[in-house]
């Protein structure tokens, strides 16, 4: 089992910065002691308790727009992240993230979703292949962080030799999205942003010319409310979904077999029962939520949260490992059990700021740990100690080698 840190962290610090293994003892702390707590670091209130971040996100007199406006004023409008956010579904408001919403629900369909389960096959079944020859498997790099990347380009119809160089430029992208944006950060974002723009633009010239059965020639033609997607909309699109998703899944499948073996019981169950692989997705998802801070809102009018008055013009963000953990909503929230029922965690946030990609992630995390437990019942951790990382509101080991 991985050495637990217990460490006490002082109530000022920010929870979502890295430097914390376990972060849940200052979660409960939090909670209890300062459950709406102002980060000055990040100049963020920070939401601990589910009620409170229910009713949060369910508040339409906070806004995303407006928080980027925030970011336009530190770093100037012109930036390319301040304008390649400016046209993202995150950060906007009705009405425009409605018809934002529409269009790409409809072009990220269920069924397309479903459609889309023998790439994140194959894409599995090719890294455990390497895997078995070798004896071991390093699961964030050549297991948890290609595969999410991968079924996106596949799902787009990019060549697959150009697979590799996405997955770079993605890296970068992530790194400028955190909570806490320092000039380098935002710099590395905006050269892996430009590239990544220059190619899809690239690509969608070709698609034009000769449409297939991907999502990038769907996207192309699809409409909704009698208009079609601009190509700055599509490109801002491509880049949120392959941002998100390439954060999101890797730290999800990773956390979720560091989950598993640390509870044996529940790692043979699994093994024995397969049929449980989306119960306990959604339990990993719980326990120990690969996003932990969504992007904040602001105050658009002074409000009252938990005692406390946000005044207009304040951030809020939710703590989602805290929220999942409230024992005020969860029955034993610090115990990990794949068959847990009333699982309503907020790990995809609630409300219009839903995640689109919530069903392609389960769906990714499941055909992976599901796959790998399946395939080697023997798995288990090859070292004691794992160093995590929580830049940029994600949290996930930043190595997992695991026995086979």
């Not at 839903?354 to 599901?370: D, F, I, N, P, S």
Request: glycine share 6%; charged share 25%; hydrophobic share 40%.
């Amino acid at each position: 089992m991985i050495a637990i840190s217990q460490e006490p962290f002082p109530l000022d610090c920010d929870p979502t910065l890295p430097g914390h293994p376990d972060p849940y003892p200052l979660y409960h702390r939090l909670r209890r002691d300062d459950p709406v707590h102002y980060s000055t670091l990040t100049k963020v209130w920070m939401l601990t308790r589910y009620s409170d971040a229910l009713a949060y996100l369910r508040n339409p007199t906070f806004s995303r727009s407006a928080y980027l406006d925030l970011i336009r004023a530190q770093f100037g409008p012109d930036h390319p992240i301040v304008a390649f956010q400016s046209r993202e579904l995150a950060f906007t408001d009705a009405p425009r993230h409605s018809w934002l919403r529409g269009i790409m629900a409809k072009a990220f369909s269920p069924q397309r979703i479903a459609a889309v389960r023998p790439h994140i096959e194959a894409a599995v079944d090719r890294a455990l292949k390497r895997a078995a020859v070798q004896g071991a498997i390093e699961v964030v790099a050549d297991f948890a962080y290609p595969i999410p990347a991968d079924v996106i380009s596949a799902m787009l119809g990019v060549p697959q030799e150009d697979w590799a160089t996405l997955r770079e430029w993605v890296e970068g992208i992530v790194v400028s999205r955190g909570l806490l944006r320092t000039p380098a950060m935002m710099e590395a974002g905006a050269h892996a942003s430009q590239d990544f723009h220059d190619y899809l633009k690239r690509l969608m010239e070709d698609k034009r010319k000769s449409p297939g059965e991907d999502l990038l020639s769907a996207l192309l033609s699809v409409r909704h409310e009698e208009r079609a997607m601009e190509a700055e909309e599509i490109i801002t699109m491509i880049e949120t979904l392959f941002a998100a998703g390439h954060a999101t899944t890797r730290n999800l499948i990773a956390n979720g077999l560091i989950a598993l073996l640390n509870h044996p019981d529940q790692h043979r169950k699994l093994r024995d029962h397969p049929a449980l692989i989306a119960g306990a997705i959604e339990e990993v998802l719980r326990y120990d939520p690969p996003t932990q801070a969504p992007s904040p809102q602001v105050a658009t009018v002074q409000s009252e949260i938990g005692g406390r008055v946000i005044r207009r013009g304040e951030m809020v963000s939710v703590l989602f490992g805290a929220t999942n953990r409230d024992p005020a909503r969860f029955e034993e929230p610090d115990r990990f059990d794949i068959e847990r029922r009333d699982n309503e965690h907020l790990s995809f946030s609630h409300g219009i700021h839903y995640c689109l990609g919530a069903g392609l992630a389960r769906l990714e995390a499941q055909v992976a740990v599901g796959a790998i437990v399946a395939r080697f019942p023997a798995l288990r951790l090859a070292a004691e100690q794992i160093e995590w990382t929580q830049a940029g509101r994600f949290r996930g080991p930043r190595a997992l080698k695991l026995t086979l």
